[in-house]
């Protein structure tokens, strides 16, 4: 993440020198630090790797682990202005983050559930953690998976995603908070030709109002990504696009969604994504961007 970071930069101070940065343009400070048992904090290698490499908690420990990164970004935003401006010379009055993979995992997390982060990049990164790791189950053959009728019925609630896991996601994923929690009934509300009910706008609109309220989104993905489909988090998507899109229940609220889905790519960073993603830190900077919905395969 270094090299972003610092892409990141000066990125936004040649927009400064060329005077596209406002009349008072703020200063920008990229903090890049390791993930919960990665790097310089691992304790677990094991706990990094999925099932089909012999870890039998893999939905478990990555759930735990970006949770918990969440938290520690949330910890640093608590602390990081004593230690770069001790005088009180300055402030920090905006707070963006952009992860990647399951940096971009805990993106999602950090931006719902963290009021004083008003955008997130996310790359190659998913908003629903069931339907991703019922993916993985279904693709490693999971006997959580295979041994109920029709398949994977079971699967949540079962050893390899526990009772308290599920309670947990449902707590601060983002499919998990903002859609009820069942796959069936996610993919009949995101398709839903008529839209949500009145009950469920009763439902939603404080959860929205709490969560998502005037939030900027930019979400990435490859088109050909096989470790997090974009498959997966397509129908949080429509749900999200169709709330906040033109004509929608919660438009009108400020929520930016910018959803780009580049073919052929797999599970890694195009540069035209690293590219977008240093030129939307701009945009969001000088408040260039209006409520709404654009969405592209590219």
């Not at 990094?48 to 012999?54: F, K, L, P, S």
């Not at 949330?74 to 952009?98: A, K, W």
């Not at 903002?178 to 993919?187: G, K």
Request: with cysteine; aromatic share 8%; charged share 20%.
């Amino acid at each position: 993440m270094a090299p972003i970071a610092a892409h990141t930069i000066t990125a936004w101070n040649k927009r400064i020198s060329e005077g596209r940065a406002g009349k008072s343009p703020k200063g920008l400070i990229a903090v890049a630090f390791d993930q919960r048992n990665h790097g310089s904090r691992q304790v677990d290698k094991l706990a990094n790797e999925a099932w089909r490499q012999g870890n039998e908690r893999h939905a478990i420990d990555m759930y735990s682990v970006y949770q918990g990164t969440a938290m520690d970004t949330s910890l640093l935003i608590n602390h990081l202005e004593s230690y770069t401006f001790p005088t009180h010379t300055h402030r920090i009055t905006t707070h963006l983050v952009l992860g990647i993979s399951l940096g971009a995992h805990a993106a999602w997390h950090c931006l719902l559930q963290d009021p004083r982060i008003s955008a997130a990049a996310i790359i190659v990164g998913c908003p629903d953690y069931t339907a991703l790791m019922s993916q993985r189950a279904m693709k490693s053959k999971r006997k959580t998976w295979t041994s109920s009728k029709p398949a994977g019925s079971h699967f949540v609630g079962s050893a390899d995603f526990p009772p308290a896991l599920v309670e947990a996601v449902k707590a601060s994923d983002p499919a998990g908070l903002l859609m009820r929690y069942n796959l069936a009934a996610q993919r009949a509300i995101a398709g839903a030709e008529g839209g949500l009910d009145a009950a469920e706008h009763v439902r939603l609109r404080p959860l929205f109002e709490k969560h998502l309220r005037g939030k900027k989104i930019l979400a990435m993905s490859g088109g050909a990504d096989k470790l997090v489909p974009y498959e997966c988090g397509q129908p949080f998507y429509s749900f999200l696009k169709k709330a906040v899109g033109p004509g929608g229940w919660f438009t009108g609220q400020g929520v930016v969604f910018e959803d780009l889905v580049y073919e052929g790519v797999g599970h890694a960073v195009d540069p035209r994504m690293a590219d977008r993603s240093m030129a939307w830190v701009g945009e969001v900077l000088t408040g260039e961007l209006e409520g709404g919905v654009n969405e592209a395969k590219i």
